[in-house]
Protein backbone atom coordinates (compact mmCIF):
# COMPACT_ATOMS: atom_id res chain seq x y z
CA UNK A 1 0.00 0.00 0.00
CA UNK A 2 1.44 3.49 -0.70
CA UNK A 3 -1.25 5.73 -1.20
CA UNK A 4 -4.14 6.22 1.82
CA UNK A 5 -6.81 8.60 1.28
CA UNK A 6 -8.18 9.67 4.50
CA UNK A 7 -12.45 10.99 5.04
CA UNK A 8 -12.50 12.97 8.18
CA UNK A 9 -16.08 13.35 10.04
CA UNK A 10 -14.94 16.64 11.12
CA UNK A 11 -18.38 17.09 13.18
CA UNK A 12 -17.06 14.31 15.52
CA UNK A 13 -13.38 15.79 15.76
CA UNK A 14 -15.06 19.10 16.50
CA UNK A 15 -16.85 17.54 19.13
CA UNK A 16 -14.08 14.99 20.39
CA UNK A 17 -11.21 17.15 19.83
CA UNK A 18 -8.68 14.57 21.65
CA UNK A 19 -9.56 12.46 18.30
CA UNK A 20 -7.48 14.69 15.90
CA UNK A 21 -4.26 13.28 17.65
CA UNK A 22 -5.28 9.98 17.00
CA UNK A 23 -6.02 10.99 12.95
CA UNK A 24 -2.71 13.05 12.84
CA UNK A 25 -0.66 9.80 14.50
CA UNK A 26 -2.39 7.46 11.32
CA UNK A 27 -1.01 10.17 9.02
CA UNK A 28 2.51 9.88 10.52
CA UNK A 29 2.84 6.42 10.78
CA UNK A 30 1.11 5.46 7.35
CA UNK A 31 4.28 8.29 5.87
CA UNK A 32 7.21 6.43 8.32
CA UNK A 33 6.58 3.57 6.34
CA UNK A 34 6.91 5.22 2.88
CA UNK A 35 2.88 5.85 2.04
CA UNK A 36 1.54 8.87 0.44
CA UNK A 37 -1.24 10.51 2.47
CA UNK A 38 -4.06 12.78 1.13
CA UNK A 39 -6.99 13.80 3.23
CA UNK A 40 -10.76 15.51 2.37
CA UNK A 41 -10.65 19.01 1.97
CA UNK A 42 -13.05 19.83 5.19
CA UNK A 43 -10.47 17.63 6.98
CA UNK A 44 -6.76 18.74 6.14
CA UNK A 45 -8.94 22.32 7.39
CA UNK A 46 -9.45 21.02 10.64
CA UNK A 47 -6.15 19.48 10.97
CA UNK A 48 -4.30 22.31 9.70
CA UNK A 49 -2.81 20.01 6.39
CA UNK A 50 -4.72 22.46 3.86
CA UNK A 51 -1.87 21.11 1.22
CA UNK A 52 -2.29 17.72 1.25
CA UNK A 53 -6.42 18.21 1.24
CA UNK A 54 -8.01 16.74 -2.22
CA UNK A 55 -11.82 16.72 -3.50
CA UNK A 56 -12.87 13.69 -2.99
CA UNK A 57 -13.15 12.64 -6.87
CA UNK A 58 -9.32 13.78 -6.82
CA UNK A 59 -8.93 11.60 -3.28
CA UNK A 60 -10.91 8.48 -4.75
CA UNK A 61 -8.57 8.51 -8.03
CA UNK A 62 -4.99 8.80 -6.37
CA UNK A 63 -5.62 6.61 -3.19
CA UNK A 64 -5.27 2.46 -3.16
CA UNK A 65 -6.98 2.30 -0.01
CA UNK A 66 -9.53 4.72 2.07
CA UNK A 67 -9.18 5.20 5.50
CA UNK A 68 -12.61 6.74 6.63
CA UNK A 69 -12.84 7.91 10.46
CA UNK A 70 -16.50 8.72 12.29
CA UNK A 71 -19.66 6.64 11.66
CA UNK A 72 -21.29 4.93 9.36
CA UNK A 73 -22.85 8.31 7.49
CA UNK A 74 -18.77 8.70 6.92
CA UNK A 75 -18.32 5.17 5.50
CA UNK A 76 -21.33 5.08 3.54
CA UNK A 77 -19.85 8.60 2.27
CA UNK A 78 -16.41 6.67 1.52
CA UNK A 79 -18.39 3.67 -0.30
CA UNK A 80 -19.99 5.89 -2.76
CA UNK A 81 -16.39 7.51 -3.97
CA UNK A 82 -14.29 4.09 -3.79
CA UNK A 83 -16.98 1.51 -5.50
CA UNK A 84 -16.61 3.13 -8.58
CA UNK A 85 -12.51 2.60 -9.01
CA UNK A 86 -12.84 -1.02 -6.25
CA UNK A 87 -10.76 0.72 -3.85
CA UNK A 88 -10.93 -0.95 -0.38
CA UNK A 89 -12.19 1.21 2.50
CA UNK A 90 -10.59 0.46 6.13
CA UNK A 91 -13.67 2.25 8.60
CA UNK A 92 -12.36 3.71 12.05
CA UNK A 93 -15.24 4.29 14.51
CA UNK A 94 -14.72 7.62 16.21
CA UNK A 95 -17.17 6.82 18.96
CA UNK A 96 -20.79 6.56 17.50
CA UNK A 97 -22.97 3.36 17.21
CA UNK A 98 -20.55 2.53 13.57
CA UNK A 99 -22.10 -0.47 12.48
CA UNK A 100 -20.02 -0.87 9.46
CA UNK A 101 -16.68 0.47 10.89
CA UNK A 102 -13.88 -2.78 11.42
CA UNK A 103 -12.12 -1.34 14.28
CA UNK A 104 -12.17 1.52 17.03
CA UNK A 105 -9.92 4.53 16.97
CA UNK A 106 -8.14 3.27 20.11
CA UNK A 107 -7.51 -0.25 18.09
CA UNK A 108 -6.00 1.49 14.70
CA UNK A 109 -2.51 1.70 16.02
CA UNK A 110 -2.44 -1.88 16.94
CA UNK A 111 -3.92 -2.77 13.00
CA UNK A 112 -1.47 -0.49 11.37
CA UNK A 113 1.38 -2.92 10.61
CA UNK A 114 -0.98 -5.40 9.42
CA UNK A 115 -2.69 -2.94 6.85
CA UNK A 116 1.03 -1.82 5.87
CA UNK A 117 2.00 -5.13 5.54
CA UNK A 118 -1.01 -6.32 3.42
CA UNK A 119 -2.28 -8.49 6.20
CA UNK A 120 -5.86 -8.23 5.79
CA UNK A 121 -8.86 -9.42 4.05
CA UNK A 122 -11.33 -8.18 1.64
CA UNK A 123 -15.77 -8.53 2.74
CA UNK A 124 -17.22 -7.65 -0.74
CA UNK A 125 -20.68 -6.25 0.25
CA UNK A 126 -23.77 -5.70 -2.64
CA UNK A 127 -24.87 -2.60 -3.73
CA UNK A 128 -27.97 -0.90 -5.69
CA UNK A 129 -27.68 1.25 -8.22
CA UNK A 130 -31.08 3.93 -8.38
CA UNK A 131 -32.76 5.79 -11.29
CA UNK A 132 -35.07 7.95 -11.25
CA UNK A 133 -37.72 9.97 -14.09
CA UNK A 134 -36.38 13.41 -12.85
CA UNK A 135 -32.85 12.58 -11.99
CA UNK A 136 -30.35 14.24 -14.34
CA UNK A 137 -27.18 12.55 -12.24
CA UNK A 138 -27.69 8.69 -12.73
CA UNK A 139 -27.34 6.07 -11.07
CA UNK A 140 -26.66 6.40 -7.99
CA UNK A 141 -25.00 4.08 -5.56
CA UNK A 142 -25.80 3.05 -2.53
CA UNK A 143 -24.71 0.51 0.01
CA UNK A 144 -27.58 0.43 2.58
CA UNK A 145 -30.63 1.36 1.14
CA UNK A 146 -33.08 3.58 -1.18
CA UNK A 147 -35.79 5.15 0.75
CA UNK A 148 -39.02 6.61 -0.77
CA UNK A 149 -40.58 9.11 1.83
CA UNK A 150 -42.23 12.35 1.86
CA UNK A 151 -40.84 15.55 3.22
CA UNK A 152 -42.12 17.64 5.51
CA UNK A 153 -45.42 17.17 7.09
CA UNK A 154 -47.31 15.39 4.31
CA UNK A 155 -50.24 13.00 3.73
CA UNK A 156 -49.40 9.59 3.31
CA UNK A 157 -47.66 8.18 0.27
CA UNK A 158 -50.03 5.63 -2.02
CA UNK A 159 -47.54 3.30 -3.06
CA UNK A 160 -46.96 0.76 -5.65
CA UNK A 161 -43.96 -1.20 -5.89
CA UNK A 162 -43.28 -4.11 -8.44
CA UNK A 163 -40.68 -6.67 -8.55
CA UNK A 164 -39.63 -7.91 -12.36
CA UNK A 165 -41.80 -5.80 -13.79
CA UNK A 166 -44.91 -8.33 -11.42
CA UNK A 167 -47.20 -6.22 -9.22
CA UNK A 168 -46.04 -6.92 -5.41
CA UNK A 169 -48.20 -4.93 -3.39
CA UNK A 170 -49.96 -1.68 -3.33
CA UNK A 171 -50.16 0.31 -0.06
CA UNK A 172 -50.73 3.89 1.78
CA UNK A 173 -47.76 4.56 3.85
CA UNK A 174 -45.00 6.80 5.15
CA UNK A 175 -42.76 5.36 2.50
CA UNK A 176 -40.74 2.03 1.69
CA UNK A 177 -37.20 0.97 1.68
CA UNK A 178 -35.27 -1.16 -0.55
CA UNK A 179 -32.80 -2.71 1.15
CA UNK A 180 -29.13 -4.46 0.70
CA UNK A 181 -27.87 -7.24 3.26
CA UNK A 182 -25.81 -4.70 4.42
CA UNK A 183 -28.25 -1.80 5.07
CA UNK A 184 -31.30 -4.41 6.60
CA UNK A 185 -29.71 -3.34 9.76
CA UNK A 186 -30.16 0.28 9.49
CA UNK A 187 -33.77 2.36 8.71
CA UNK A 188 -34.98 -1.36 7.26
CA UNK A 189 -34.36 -2.50 10.68
CA UNK A 190 -36.01 0.16 12.53
CA UNK A 191 -39.09 -0.31 10.70
CA UNK A 192 -39.54 -3.60 11.85
CA UNK A 193 -37.53 -5.45 8.74
CA UNK A 194 -35.82 -8.50 9.05
CA UNK A 195 -32.24 -8.93 9.94
CA UNK A 196 -30.03 -10.46 7.11
CA UNK A 197 -26.23 -12.17 6.53
CA UNK A 198 -24.22 -9.90 5.00
CA UNK A 199 -23.71 -12.74 2.42
CA UNK A 200 -26.91 -13.69 1.68
CA UNK A 201 -27.85 -13.17 -2.28
CA UNK A 202 -31.28 -10.88 -1.74
CA UNK A 203 -32.86 -7.49 -1.13
CA UNK A 204 -35.24 -6.32 1.94
CA UNK A 205 -38.22 -4.39 0.66
CA UNK A 206 -40.02 -2.58 3.97
CA UNK A 207 -42.97 -0.13 4.33
CA UNK A 208 -42.60 2.40 6.36
CA UNK A 209 -45.47 2.91 8.97
CA UNK A 210 -47.78 1.55 6.50
CA UNK A 211 -51.35 2.40 7.20
CA UNK A 212 -52.83 -1.42 6.89
CA UNK A 213 -51.87 -4.41 9.47
CA UNK A 214 -51.19 -6.74 6.64
CA UNK A 215 -48.39 -5.28 4.87
CA UNK A 216 -44.60 -7.05 5.94
CA UNK A 217 -41.31 -6.75 4.49
CA UNK A 218 -41.07 -9.18 1.89
CA UNK A 219 -36.91 -10.56 1.52
CA UNK A 220 -36.29 -11.13 -2.38
CA UNK A 221 -33.94 -12.34 -4.62
CA UNK A 222 -30.94 -10.06 -4.97
CA UNK A 223 -30.62 -10.06 -8.75
CA UNK A 224 -34.90 -8.54 -9.01
CA UNK A 225 -35.66 -5.22 -10.30
CA UNK A 226 -37.56 -3.49 -8.04
CA UNK A 227 -39.45 -0.49 -8.97
CA UNK A 228 -41.82 1.46 -6.81
CA UNK A 229 -44.55 4.01 -8.18
CA UNK A 230 -46.93 6.71 -6.65
CA UNK A 231 -50.78 5.71 -7.48
CA UNK A 232 -51.64 9.32 -6.00
CA UNK A 233 -49.58 12.38 -7.57
CA UNK A 234 -47.46 13.25 -4.40
CA UNK A 235 -45.31 16.72 -4.72
CA UNK A 236 -43.83 15.69 -1.56
CA UNK A 237 -42.32 12.56 -2.44
CA UNK A 238 -38.69 12.24 -2.22
CA UNK A 239 -35.81 9.22 -2.66
CA UNK A 240 -33.18 9.39 -0.43
CA UNK A 241 -29.97 7.02 -1.06
CA UNK A 242 -27.68 5.67 1.72
CA UNK A 243 -29.59 8.34 3.84
CA UNK A 244 -28.12 11.83 2.15
CA UNK A 245 -28.68 11.88 -1.58
CA UNK A 246 -31.91 13.18 -1.14
CA UNK A 247 -33.97 13.63 -4.75
CA UNK A 248 -37.55 15.20 -5.05
CA UNK A 249 -39.58 13.01 -7.32
CA UNK A 250 -42.05 15.51 -8.78
CA UNK A 251 -46.17 14.31 -9.38
CA UNK A 252 -44.91 11.70 -11.85
CA UNK A 253 -42.17 9.32 -11.27
CA UNK A 254 -40.80 6.14 -11.24
CA UNK A 255 -37.72 4.97 -8.93
CA UNK A 256 -35.88 1.63 -10.29
CA UNK A 257 -33.89 0.01 -7.96
CA UNK A 258 -31.40 -3.19 -8.66
CA UNK A 259 -28.37 -4.50 -7.97
CA UNK A 260 -25.11 -2.14 -8.67
CA UNK A 261 -22.48 -4.14 -10.80
CA UNK A 262 -19.63 -2.15 -8.06
CA UNK A 263 -19.47 -3.66 -4.69
CA UNK A 264 -18.30 -1.56 -1.25
CA UNK A 265 -15.03 -3.66 -0.43
CA UNK A 266 -14.18 -3.55 3.45
CA UNK A 267 -11.00 -4.00 4.72
CA UNK A 268 -10.39 -6.94 7.61
CA UNK A 269 -7.88 -6.75 9.95
CA UNK A 270 -9.34 -9.01 12.53
CA UNK A 271 -11.17 -12.17 13.26
CA UNK A 272 -14.72 -10.18 13.71
CA UNK A 273 -18.03 -12.35 13.83
CA UNK A 274 -21.05 -10.90 11.69
CA UNK A 275 -23.35 -12.90 15.05
CA UNK A 276 -20.53 -11.50 17.63
CA UNK A 277 -21.44 -7.78 16.14
CA UNK A 278 -25.05 -8.34 16.64
CA UNK A 279 -24.23 -9.26 20.16
CA UNK A 280 -22.46 -6.27 21.04
CA UNK A 281 -23.99 -3.53 19.06
CA UNK A 282 -27.86 -4.72 20.14
CA UNK A 283 -27.19 -5.62 23.53
CA UNK A 284 -28.56 -9.05 23.00
CA UNK A 285 -26.33 -10.10 25.66
CA UNK A 286 -27.64 -8.38 28.32
CA UNK A 287 -30.63 -9.13 30.35
Not at 63 to 69: G, L, Q, R
Not at 123 to 130: A, G, I, K, N, S
Not at 164 to 177: C, Q, T
Not at 250 to 263: C, L, N
Amino acid sequence: MKTAGIIVNTTRLREQPEMAAQVRTTIDTLRRHGGTVWLDVDGARMLGVDDQGRPDDELAARAEIVIAFGGDGTILRAARLAARRGIPILGVNLGGFGFLAEISADDLPGALPDLLAGHYELDERMMLQVQTDHAEEQPWLALNDVVVTKSGVARVLRLRVLVNGEHLASYPADGVIVATPTGSTAYSLSAGGPILHPSVDALVITPICPHTFNARSVVVDGDAAVEIALTVPSPEAIATVDGRVGVPLGESWQVRVRRAPQTTRFVRVRNSSFYGILRTKLAWGER
